[in-house]
């Protein structure tokens, strides 16, 4: 049997039959090493059929990796390569970008702050502060300031919008007219007068508009009412309608009307109850019925009851 390959016998034996005694090869020869078992091809990828001889195609050679750029030892980092400044025949070459100069960091703006609000320690301080009050928007547009009325301390206090033209004229939240029903309900109950106070000190030109009456002047005017309540000494507060349960409560408390006017709530843990207000109530008087329920609540809380 001949370890020849069969071509290469084949071709040999011709020669034979020609008459050349010996048969000389152009190189030594050597027989091919077995081929490698090849894995076999991933799914999804044609499988390349194996050679008819022994003979392996080299590998492609692989791409040099890119060579790191020069290190500039007075920096301590990388820097990059410079490259020959090339120009056209007959011109001049092209001069080098100066290197932008070093800028210095942007100094910090001051940022406005607003001044903390003070703490009273009376009714006289709060009521001069309100007066010269201008950390809103309502200052410029107001009529008056009347930030409460009623006594100093008191076992329950009120809690509306802001004064109307009768309380800016007497000076007191809760002086008008207007009042005198509820407050009158409220005394034959065997409440005493109530200290008071409204979520604007600032009456405004037009007491009908309320657009620029939000939570942002609510909450700018909160160290008045808040300090006025705290100030009375008061066990339970009684909030005027809607609007003032709303800015009371903040954005984040939603108010349903009037499903919310009898449940109690709190303000800055004092127990409140919301009711309507009187000028409502006047014109409906289908209210009173729930205007005396409220009432008989802040009368519970007021003599300690749950």
């Known amino acids: ?15 034979r039959e020609l008459g050349v005694d010996d048969v000389v090869l152009d190189q030594i020869w050597k027989p091919a090493p077995p081929a490698a078992r090849t894995p076999p091809p991933a799914p999804g990828r044609p499988s390349r059929p194996a050679p008819e001889t022994g003979f392996v195609p080299p590998a492609p050679p692989r791409p040099a990796p890119p060579s790191a ?3 500039d030892a007075a920096a301590g980092g990388y820097r990059a390569p410079v490259m020959p400044n090339f120009a056209p025949a007959g011109r001049a070459p092209i001069a080098p970008k100066p290197a932008p100069a070093p800028t210095s960091a942007a100094p910090l703006r001051p940022v406005a ?6 703490t009273f320690t009376s009714l006289a301080e709060l009521e001069t ?16 300031v009347v930030p409460s009325g009623g006594p100093e301390k008191a076992d329950w206090a009120v809690l509306t919008l802001y004064a109307w033209a009768e ?27 109530p200290a008071a106070t409204a979520i604007f000190g600032c009456t405004p030109d037009d007491p009908a508009d309320t657009t620029i009456q939000g939570f942002t002047e609510a909450v ?8 006025r309540l705290k100030l009375s000494g008061c066990k339970a507060i009684l909030v005027l309608d809607h ?19 009898g449940q109690r709530w709190e303000i800055d843990g004092i127990p409140a109850i919301s009711t309507h207000h009187p000028t409502r109530m006047s014109r409906q008087p289908a209210l009173i019925p729930d205007v005396e329920s409220d009432l008989k609540q802040i009368l519970s809380l007021v003599r300690g009851g749950a």
């Open 243 to 261: 609007k003032a349960t709303l800015l009371a409560r903040g954005p984040s408390a939603p108010v349903e009307w009037p499903a919310h006017r």
């Open 1 to 15: 049997m001949s370890i020849l390959p069969e071509a290469v016998a084949r071709w040999a034996r011709l020669q």
């Open 167 to 193: 309380d800016l004229d007497r000076g007191q939240i809760l002086a008008g007219n207007y009042a005198a029903p509820l407050l009158e309900m409220a005394t034959k109950m065997g409440l005493g007068a």
């Open 129 to 144: 502060h309100a007066k010269a009050c201008q950390r809103c928007v309502l200052a410029k547009r107001r009529k008056g």
């Open 113 to 118: 702050t607003r001044a903390a609000f003070p």
């Open 69 to 71: 750029p020069p290190r």
């Open 220 to 227: 700018r005017c909160r160290g008045h009412w808040l300090q």
